[in-house]
Structures are given as C-alpha cells and as structure tokens.
C-alpha cells in the first residue's frame, strides 16, 4: 500500500469507496494512468467508463479551457448559456425521432435517472414503474428506488416499483429460453388488480451494465417496446454506461431495434467530467417548469467538455474504433480462453465485454473470490479493471474509446496471467481482505 493511499484514508470519508485493491493515482494519458508509486497502469476500467475518450484528451482539454477562460455563468438554472445550448441542440440530432423533444441538464447519471422517475410519473399520472431486477440505474434515493440490483436492495424503493428478471443467455444456457421466461414473466405480473396502464415507464438497460454485463437476445425489446406501446408506457433506455459509442453503435439500443421514449446519458458524456443529460417528448420534458434543478446544472465548462467528446467522437471515428477494437478483443478472449478454466462465459458488444469466472464450466457456480483475486493480480500487473455481476464475478472491460490494437494485447495479456495465477493458487486471499468491492 502506498502513502498516498494511507493518507487517504486518514482524511477521505469511505462511505463513496468501491474499492478491489490500492490504487493511488497521481496522473494519466490516453489508456493509461499513473500510479502514485510511478508505476504505468493500463486503464481498462476507464472510470467506469466515465473516462470515455482516455485522460487529458487534448480536444477535452482545448474546450474546457476555451470555456473557463470566457466563462457564461456557472449554471443554466436562471440564465441561458451558449455551450448548454449548443450541447442541448447537438444531443436532440443525435437520438431518435421519438425522443426528440427537449434536453436536461444534470451532474450524473444518478441525479438524471432521479429525474425521469419523478417526471414519469408526474407528468403522465400514473403511480408504477416497471425496471429490471439486477439493474443500476443510479446511487441517489430516487435513482435507487427504481433500481434492483443486490448492492442497494436494503434502500426504500419507490412505492409503485415493479421488478422483473432481465434475460440471462448464459444462465439458461440459450438466449431463445432466456427471452421467453422473461416475457411470460413480464405478463404473469399483471392481474385485475395490477394493470399494465397504471405503469408509466419501464427503464430498461440496453445491455445490463452492473448486474453483469448482460447481453439481451436478439428480439428481446422489440418484444418490450411492443409491450410498452401497446399500453402506452413510456420507454426509458439508460445509456449512461453503454451509450455514446460503448458498443461499437453510437447508442446501445440501436443494437435491438427499438425507439425509446426517453434516453438518459452520463459518465462517457463529459469525457471525465461531470455531466448527464435526458432527452424527451417535449410534452414530458416540459411538464412542469421548476422540478429538478441543482445549482451547477447546465454549466459550460461540462457542457462544453460534453460537446468535445460528442464532436471527437464524430472526427476520430470512435464508434467504429469501439465496433473494431471490440470485435478484436472480444475474439482474442473467446479464443484464448478456453485454456483459462475460470472463464465460464465472454460477452459484450464494442468496448462493453464481460468475463463471467466461475467455479466450473458445469454448473457455472459464481467463482465469486476468484474474481476479486484476479482484479487484484492485474492491478498487480499493471491493469486496471473492476467486476460487476449480481454474484460479483464479472470482469467489466470498459476502456477508452480510443483503445488501440497494441493496447489491446497488452490488456488481454495481464488478464489471461491474472487468471492463470489465481488459478494456480499464486495468490493469496489475504490480498483482498480489507478489499470489500461489492
Ligand atoms: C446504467 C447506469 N445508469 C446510471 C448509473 C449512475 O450513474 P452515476 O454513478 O454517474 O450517478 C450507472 C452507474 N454505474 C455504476 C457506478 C457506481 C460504481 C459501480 N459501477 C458503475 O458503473 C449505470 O451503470
């Protein structure tokens, strides 16, 4: 452990730490960060995928700067300013007809999240939301009570919250049975006394992000935004971690075909600094004026970190370096790893790939220490990169954007050592003890 890393927890409260080993930075460029111990780590984390053009992008770089030096206010609450503006009108070109209506400004993909929960229902009248068990959708009490993943199932969820599973291909073994229990229990929900017109949204993730890196079956949402249709809920895609040219499309959801009502961005947006946004039908967004607002909502400088990304996105080509890298990498690790015996399962789309670890191929038991060890041993390595799952045992690759072929290799080399070292018991669980994760 290193000193900054002990002085941290000297003077850093740990209620925000989602911590899998000691990582201390002190600085970075593209794919990499540095260690406050001088060490280079490949940043196969990105962030979270906040990070979503790599560290210190020049053109990220040129904006903020250019806005900071001339700045318009800190704020869109009560005055208009140009680079918000700019950002809103960008933002309703790029998504569909069916959401191009009007843009908020937010500070994450929490807050954003929040937001559409509130709105959806205030503006429609209708008192149930429905959302998927596993998912993610944010860490405020709002965002929370509409999510159901297992790290926040002990915070209230809101009243008229329904849950229903999300397609697990690799649990049941074929996407076809997947897609069809989830659809007849999506159904099965509904009686005399619960009506599917008394929901007014169902958020959906495009892929499931933090429950696992679920990779829907193809037909699925047609299926859902059918059934949204047919009963006039409004569909809500959080795009906040997959969206932008994650998967190697410019929104996740294009990959299924469907058109979403509303669509929530965040993290990859301000190419690491802190902004979300929600597009939608104008008589929805502008149900009410004055309803979800914090002070720095709509400042420049994020605004204008948020249009370099949009616009280096467009110049460099990104969605198609996500769709290429991807496509590499996630062949390098299909084929590579059928000699790594923890490796139950590689999936993802573009830049969004996860590694189920399990205990054996046959049972597919979660291998639950095994993941946190080998997150452990890459960082050991020089790789960064976190888990997801709802049984914590999903590597999540989200890296940068701009990730090269070389960097590529590099970073499915450390993976593979990683997993081959826990595997040959090389490292020690002690590793991880004061390492809670999640
Ligand atoms: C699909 C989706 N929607 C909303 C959010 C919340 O975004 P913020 O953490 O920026 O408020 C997230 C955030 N995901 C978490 C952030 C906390 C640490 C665990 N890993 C994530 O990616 C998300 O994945």
Known sequence: MTDLYRRESKSVSNMAQLRFFPQAVVGGKGSYLRGDDGRQLLDFSASWGAASLGHAHPSVREAITRAFSDQAGASYLSSANEPSVLLAEKLLSLVPPRSRGRVWLGHSGSDANETVARMVVAATGRRRILAFKGAYHGGTSGSMAVSGHPALKGVEKFGGLILVPYPNSYAAGDPTAASAAALSHLEEV??????????????IEPIQGDGGLLVPPVGFFAEIE????????????????????????????????????IVVFGKGLGGGLPISAVVGPEPIMNHSPTFSYQT???????????????????????????????????ASLSKRSRDWDLVGDVRGKGLAIGIELVGDRVSRAPAKIQTALTVYRAFQLGLVMYYVGSNSNVLELTPPLILS????????????????DVAAGKVSPDLISSFAGW
């Not at 072929?405 to 081959?420: C, H, M, N, P, Y």
């Open 405 to 420: 072929t070389s960097e590529a290799d590099e970073g499915v080399s450390i993976i593979g050592q990683a997993l081959q």
């Open 226 to 261: 059918r059934f949204c249709r047919q009963h006039g809920i409004l569909l809500v895609c959080d795009e906040v971690k997959f969206g932008l040219a994650r998967t190697g499309l410019l929104h996740a959801f294009e990959h299924s075909g469907i058109e979403p009502d």
């Open 190 to 203: 509904f009686s005399a006394d619960v009506r599917p017109e008394e929901v007014a949204a169902f958020f």
């Open 296 to 330: 720095l909502h709509g400042n420049p400088i994020c605004a204008s970190a948020a249009l370099a990304v949009l616009e280096t996105i467009e110049k460099d080509g990104l969605v198609r370096n996500s769709a290429d890298i991807g496509s590499y990498m996630l």
